[in-house]
């Protein structure tokens, strides 16, 4: 009896022991994740541990070399087996670039028509591939933003470099059509939105003849596009030219996800009047929130410009963390323009007919990007055609 009972003791011990080496294990991972992955939008740190026959097995994925090493750094002192696969994924083979194809396409946090979309990337954008599921492939766009799309055009490095150097063309209308012809009464290739970039290949008539990234070829009218080399010299990030392309926007409907001219949320609105002035944001409010330079907003808006964004939400109280959700474009005379509902313009003057009590109210922080000194999620347009992007 004495004996059985010392083995129990000593096998619950062992599983005790055990217990705790996967405590700290875990804990290890948190620190890493928390260190060089604490938004799951803009990295990959889905690392998991279990136990396999008494050994301890990590598994999952990551695209962060650093991180996965400082994580075997870490674990060093422990016995541990590490299957922790490094993206891309290796069945991709040398085919882990891909651009665009579509006019205007969904990204979604899952791959699956019915998943929720986290947001979109326009006609000839690039992308780094990480990984495939059947029809879709997860992938980060050119704001770090990482989500799965279902209609992308595959390459290889050659084809990538040639793709990213060949001269290009940026659809400047808000809403239009690529021919099969030189005739806008041809059909159309596709629809078209301000912001989509297509291979130029020659100038015909009063036509741009295009490629599209899948070889499609297809006719764009002079007037509703430019070079865009051309296009990004010239581009000025001025308050006129914000407020100007932001009021060219005015009724376009709300879309959750949404970063085209089709339909935009808050963010994708924000994102969209500065992509198509020159410049990248982030993505989301609450990372667009750490861009560019404070505006002291705390005794009332007279320090805030034309072009300012300001950012609505929720703030810090009863032990819980401010929380950003919501970001607009500061127009001048304590107006504001952004989208809710549809794009449109509210006051924080409560003598004004458009004024929102509920904007007002929950009015966090000013931040100016133009002129900015904190450069930090900011990027050139003009690096949409670097080879070095990625």
């Known amino acids: 009896m004495k004996k059985i009972i010392l083995s129990l003791l000593l096998l619950s011990s062992v599983i005790f022991a055990q217990g705790n080496k996967m405590n700290e294990v875990q804990k290890v991972i948190d620190d890493v994740r928390n260190q060089y992955a604490p938004d799951k939008r803009t990295a990959i740190f889905d690392v998991q541990v279990t136990e396999e026959n008494g050994n301890i ?87 770090d933003y990482i989500a799965w799309i279902d209609e992308l055009q595959l390459m290889d490095k050659s084809e990538y ?98 970063t085209s001219t089709k339909g935009v949320d808050c963010s994708g609105f924000t994102k969209t009047v500065y992509f198509l002035n020159g410049v990248i944001l982030p993505r989301d409010a609450s990372q667009q929130v750490f861009s560019g330079d404070s505006v002291d907003i705390t005794n009332g808006y007279e320090n805030l410009q034309p072009g300012d964004l300001v950012f609505f939400g929720a703030r810090a109280r009863d032990g819980k963390k401010e929380r950003v959700s919501h970001v607009g474009i500061y127009l001048g005379n304590m107006e504001f323009i952004h989208s809710s509902g549809s794009v449109r313009i509210n006051s924080f003057d409560k003598e004004k007919d458009n004024f929102s009590e509920y904007r007002t109210n929950s009015l966090l922080k000013a931040k100016r990007i133009i002129n900015a000194k904190n450069l930090w999620g900011i990027k050139p347009l003009k690096d949409i055609s670097s080879t070095t992007l990625y």
Request: hydrophobic share 35%; proline share 5%; with cysteine.
């Open 161 to 258: 470099d040639n793709w990213m150097s060949s001269q290009k063309v940026i659809y400047t209308e808000h809403y239009g059509m690529s021919y099969s012809e030189k005739n806008e009464k041809s059909i159309p290739v596709s629809d078209l939105v301000a912001g989509d970039i297509l291979k130029y290949l020659a100038k015909e008539d009063s036509f741009y003849k295009v490629e599209y990234p899948d070889k499609r070829i297809a006719y764009v009218p002079e007037d509703n596009a430019e070079m865009f080399d051309s296009y990004v010299q010239k581009c000025e990030l001025t308050p006129e030219n914000i407020l100007h392309t932001a009021k060219s926007l005015m009724g376009v409907p709300y879309l959750w996800g949404g």
């Open 57 to 143: 097995v990590l598994s999952g994925a990551t695209n962060l070399v650093d991180a996965k090493n400082e994580l075997s750094n870490k674990l060093s002192s422990f016995k541990v087996t590490n299957k922790i696969e490094t993206l891309p994924a290796k069945e991709l083979g040398n085919k882990i670039y891909g651009v665009v194809p579509l006019s205007v396409a969904n990204l979604r946090v899952k791959p699956g028509h019915s998943e929720e979309m986290a947001t979109q990337a326009l006609l000839g954008m690039p992308v780094l591939v990480y990984k495939q599921r059947g029809g879709n492939w997860l992938v980060k766009t050119p704001d």
